[in-house]
């Protein structure tokens, strides 16, 4: 879960979505948060699905409502994860399938730069300082909705 994303995320960012994250069906138990790289703040998101098979399932829900309101294009290969990027609306996806976790880039203006905080996420290679939001940019106001990542002890 939580624990998955990369460290260096605005706190007041993360959210969980149980089911139907970004109105793809299925890609459930869905953590995001938004990252401040390089002057560009991105969201990014990361699932755990139940198995291999079920996230394979998921990614090609989402690369064909991808398709069905805008491009979609598949991407070498990183290790073991497949990716597409898909822009849809004036707004860039960059998503991967590795195994049970999906994972990516969402709503972003920058094509390059969800591409390669993805591509970094997946080599390894990917270091973030801790989180500054972007000059000018608002403060985000903390999710109400947002679930604790891990049970507090001593919670009924």
Same mark, same amino acid.
Do not use: C
């Given at each position: 879960?939580? =624990?998955r994303?990369?460290?260096g995320?605005?706190p007041?960012s993360? #959210?969980?979505?149980?089911?139907?994250?970004?109105?793809?069906?299925?890609? +459930?138990?869905?953590? #995001?948060?938004?990252?401040?790289?390089?002057?560009?703040?991105? =969201?990014?998101?990361i @699932?755990?699905?139940s198995?291999?098979?079920?996230?394979a399932k998921?990614?090609?829900a989402?690369?064909s409502f991808? =398709?069905?309101?805008?491009?979609?294009?598949?991407?070498? !290969?990183?290790?073991?994860?497949?990716r597409f990027?898909?822009? @849809?609306? +004036?707004q860039? =996806? @960059?998503?991967?399938?590795?195994?049970?976790?999906i994972?990516?880039?969402?709503? #972003?203006?920058?094509?390059?730069?969800s591409?390669?905080?993805?591509?970094?996420?997946?080599? +390894?290679?990917?270091?973030?300082?801790?989180f500054k939001?972007?000059?000018g940019?608002? !403060?985000?106001a903390?999710?109400t909705?947002?679930?604790?990542?891990? !049970?507090?002890?001593?919670?009924?």
């Amino acid at each position: 879960g939580l =624990k998955r994303l990369p460290a260096g995320f605005d706190p007041a960012s993360v #959210s969980f979505t149980l089911a139907d994250a970004f109105g793809i069906p299925g890609l +459930g138990n869905a953590y #995001s948060a938004d990252y401040a790289v390089d002057g560009v703040t991105q =969201k990014f998101f990361i @699932s755990a699905q139940s198995d291999a098979a079920a996230a394979a399932k998921v990614y090609a829900a989402f690369e064909s409502f991808a =398709k069905q309101f805008g491009t979609a294009t598949d991407l070498d !290969p990183i290790g073991e994860a497949k990716r597409f990027e898909a822009e @849809s609306f +004036g707004q860039w =996806k @960059s998503v991967y399938l590795r195994g049970a976790e999906i994972g990516g880039i969402v709503d #972003s203006d920058h094509r390059e730069a969800s591409g390669k905080f993805v591509k970094d996420y997946l080599d +390894g290679t990917l270091k973030l300082p801790p989180f500054k939001a972007a000059p000018g940019a608002a !403060p985000a106001a903390p999710k109400t909705d947002a679930m604790p990542a891990e !049970p507090v002890e001593g919670a009924n």
